[in-house]
């Protein structure tokens, strides 16, 4: 008999070529333990509320109202929701033709796209057009239809910062293009050389691959380091002078633990730099509601702005969007009320701000315990996070178990991060699903886990990694690669 459409061997190559990490060998070893009876700690996948976070109540009021529209006729509705609550889920409704059953503009609901420009204009200090802004199912479904958009062919590079979130390698390779790696700089902070970019294009280049886009993940994911405006002012003079689109994963913008590198957005850094670049330099940026202090990853809200994308192109985009009929509409929802938030003066405000920052100022004291927590570990190096959800320590692997992994057949840091699953039901990321230096080790972990079980998970963790160190180190000593 031939094969069949859906056998294996007659799949598309490019289906077959998609690694995703986040969900991979580690992830599904532990959910086999977890099935048996081990407790295991997820902290593979930035999910805050899979992890203990509390949804924000404000928001699920609104949401709550608007997909039961008959308790806003009751009239015991006050007693059960604040009058703003009540006012916002009649406006979010009014916005609608027909409730939140009914499909949506493909685009997203035109009202909330006003709110989304609103935010930007207030964020960056120059306006923002409603009509280049899309409401999508989370910020990933954009990513994905951008890099669809402008990739080819295999010919086609996107160029992508190493280590990286495994979503941009896996789309890339989905869409059948070639993926251009840029080396992050660990021993400075993940720093960005301008250099090195130059580097990997001309690189490419020699190999016969037409660079078309550059990506940078601000605060960054695995890494968690904060480009700073001098930064982004380099960058984006970068892609202008090689003519590329700079995609902008701004989605842990909400998510900063330090005081001396702000978010800046590179929408605001390029209007910033005057003609003919801000006129010029082609731009998408994404926005999300999985992260910062609402992690309403489930919800898959999200959104793309585009600037100085010509007006047939955004036909274009919307025409393939329209495919699909309708981002989801609740989500839709969620992405108004962060982006108009509360204001001093509403009658939920003060317990919205208390929420907030309650969980912020837990994610910065959880994100300093991670970090001095790795650091105190035998072999063990970890820079501050200081943005995003993760931290991304570097793991000295010793050459014995460099050698006990490859006779097992295992990538050296999936060999360190299996052991450690079965040792502590600590379930993280290696770090080649990242990319990585060669001879260079990682793990990533978010930094999601409830504040008062991160001294426990913590210890565990010490104490496995200094038992491993213990059982595979020769005691001769060796260098740090």
Not at 243 to 270: H, M
Not at 372 to 400: H, K, W
């Amino acid at each position: 008999m031939a094969p069949r459409a859906l056998d294996y061997e007659s799949l598309n190559e490019n289906v077959k070529k998609v690694q995703y990490a986040v969900r991979g060998e580690l992830y599904l070893r532990a959910s086999e333990l977890q099935k048996e009876g081990k407790k295991i700690i997820f902290t593979n996948v930035g999910n805050p509320q899979a992890l203990g976070q509390k949804p924000l109540t404000f928001p699920r009021q609104v949401v709550a109202l608007c997909q039961a529209p008959f308790l806003l006729d009751d009239p015991n509705v006050g007693l059960l929701f604040p009058a703003d609550a009540i006012a916002r889920a009649k406006h979010y409704l009014s916005l609608t033709t027909g409730g939140l059953g009914a499909y949506s503009d493909s685009r997203g609901l035109p009202g909330v796209r006003k709110e989304v420009a609103e935010f930007i204009g207030r964020r960056d200090g120059h306006p923002s057009d409603p009509e280049l802004i899309f409401l999508t199912d989370g910020a990933s479904k954009g990513v994905m239809q951008i890099l669809n958009t402008i990739i080819r062919g295999e010919g086609d590079g996107i160029l992508v910062p190493v280590p990286q979130y495994p979503l941009y390698s896996a789309a890339i390779a989905l869409f059948g293009g070639s993926l251009v790696p840029y080396y992050l700089e660990e021993t400075a902070n993940w720093g960005l050389d301008i250099n090195d970019l130059r580097q990997s294009v001309s690189r490419a280049r020699a190999n016969g691959i037409t660079v078309r886009a550059m990506v940078i993940i601000n605060p960054g994911n695995p890494t968690g380091q904060c480009l700073s405006q001098a930064n982004l002012k380099e960058i984006l003079y970068f892609c202008y002078q090689e003519n590329l689109v700079l995609l902008g994963d701004e989605v842990y913008q909400q998510n900063i633990y330090q005081d001396e590198r702000p978010f800046i957005s590179a929408r605001k850094v390029l209007l910033g730099m005057g003609p003919p670049i801000s006129r010029e330099l082609q731009l998408v940026s994404f926005h999300t509601v999985s992260k910062g202090y609402w992690g309403e990853c489930g919800q898959r809200g999200g959104y793309f702005e585009m600037t100085n994308i010509p007006p047939k192109s955004v036909d274009e985009i919307y025409k393939v969007a329209s495919i699909s009929l309708s981002p989801n509409v609740p989500a839709q929802i969620f992405m108004g009320l962060m982006v108009n938030p509360l204001k001093p003066g509403d009658i939920s405000y003060d317990q919205f701000v208390l929420e907030s920052k309650g969980i912020l100022e837990s994610l910065r004291r959880r994100a300093r315990i991670m970090t001095d927590g790795f650091n105190s570990c035998r072999n063990v190096v970890c820079n501050f996070t200081e943005g995003a959800m993760y931290s991304f320590p570097q793991i000295r692997l010793p050459p014995r178990a460099i050698q006990a992994a490859k006779q097992a057949g295992k990538v050296p840091d999936v060999f360190y991060c299996l052991k450690l699953l079965e040792a502590t039901g600590i379930s993280t990321v290696p770090g080649s699903g990242f990319g990585q230096k060669e001879g260079v080790f990682h793990l990533r972990t978010t930094i999601l886990p409830a504040e008062e079980e991160m001294p426990e998970i913590m210890a565990s963790f010490k104490k496995f990694n200094d038992e491993f160190m213990e059982q595979y180190e020769d005691h001769r000593g060796y260098s740090r690669m």
